[in-house]
T-cell receptor, first 114, second 113 residues
Framework: EAAVTQSPRNKVAVTGGKVTLSCNQT?????MYWYRQDTGHGLRLIHY???????EKGDIPDGYKASRPSQENFSLILELATPSQTSVYFC?????????????FGPGTRLTVL | GEKVEQHESTLSVREGDSAVINCTYT??????FPWYKQEAGKSLHFVID?????DRKQSQRLIVLLDKKAKRFSLHITATQPEDSAIYFC????????????FGQGTKLSIKP
């Protein structure tokens, strides 16, 4: 069973503070992704990675950094959190299998920036 | 940039009827179109996809149609059941094995008894 876990599941941060969201996958997938989900916007890609040591900017990278220290772990870092970053964040890992490409999503992290 | 528009924000159908969710995309280079389902309070999971080399794909009660000329694709759920109630997201990508997806806004499907 594919498994993607995220921590913390809920986080309250103060404006200007640093926030780190962590993601771990046991699927041995090369590709990992960070999305945020907001009502009316669906999911938007923030950063992604093709393997350990690599990070790429997604569609909305401003205000976020990413780190992929190993195959299993992918972190999203908010150096100076702002209220506009209040959202639900999803991590996913992806694999190409038999002609389909499936992303496996973690349970999500609800972040509130006050 | 590329956009994916999901036309119905909410949809309600009677149990046993069919539900249709429509999406359009802007980038003619898009070649891969997956659908994801999010049940209440849960994360997303993959349900079905279609690639641009075909115009129809079926998996049990799910049918995906692709009209490349109109840049439109749709998810048909036949013989709907209560467990089909969820938010459905369409997405598009130019390179399916890179997985860089552009998602639609989501359609909340409710199945009425």
């Amino acid at each position: 069973e594919a498994a993607v876990t995220q921590s913390p599941r809920n986080k309250v941060a103060v404006t200007g503070g640093k926030v780190t969201l962590s993601c771990n996958q046991t699927n041995n997938h090369n590709n990992m992704y960070w999305y945020r989900q907001d009502t009316g916007h669906g999911l938007r890609l923030i950063h992604y990675s093709y393997g350990a040591g690599s990070t790429e900017k997604g569609d909305i990278p401003d205000g976020y950094k990413a780190s992929r220290p190993s195959q299993e772990n992918f972190s999203l870092i908010l150096e100076l959190a702002t209220p506009s970053q209040t959202s639900v964040y999803f991590c996913a890992s992806g694999e190409d299998w038999g002609g389909a490409y499936e992303q496996y999503f973690g349970p999500g992290t609800r972040l509130t920036v006050l | 940039g590329e956009k994916v528009e999901q036309h119905e924000s909410t949809l309600s159908v009677r149990e046993g009827d069919s539900a249709v969710i429509n999406c359009t995309y802007t980038d003619t280079a898009s070649s891969y179109f997956p659908w994801y389902k999010q049940e209440a309070g849960k994360s997303l999971h993959f349900v079905i996809d279609i690639r641009s080399n075909v115009d129809r794909k079926q998996s049990q009660r799910l049918i995906v149609l692709l009209d490349k000329k109109a840049k439109r694709f749709s998810l048909h759920i036949t013989a709907t059941q209560p467990e089909d109630s969820a938010i459905y997201f369409c997405a598009a990508s130019k390179n399916y094995n890179q997985g860089k997806l552009i998602f639609g806004q989501g359609t909340k499907l409710s199945i009425k008894p």
